[in-house]
């Protein structure tokens, strides 16, 4: 019987160990889950900001040829 006792006595916080590191463990998959999705939204931002970039870069060109054209007429 003391033999249970002890092996009951050792094993509570083993086992309370396992299950912390087991909680642990999962924070850190949801960690690197929101990490992922961070970085997939980054691409996806600066997929936007460099569409934007060579959009006004065209209307830019266009304003000076425009620009051109108007001083040839006057």
Known sequence: MKDLIK???IALPVCGLIFQAGKQSEKVDDLYAKMDFQIIEQKSIR???HSMDNKLCV???DVKHMLIDHQKQV
Do not use: A, V
């Open 59 to 61: 209307i830019e060109q």
């Open 7 to 9: 092996t009951i006595t």
């Open 47 to 49: 997929e936007i900001l």
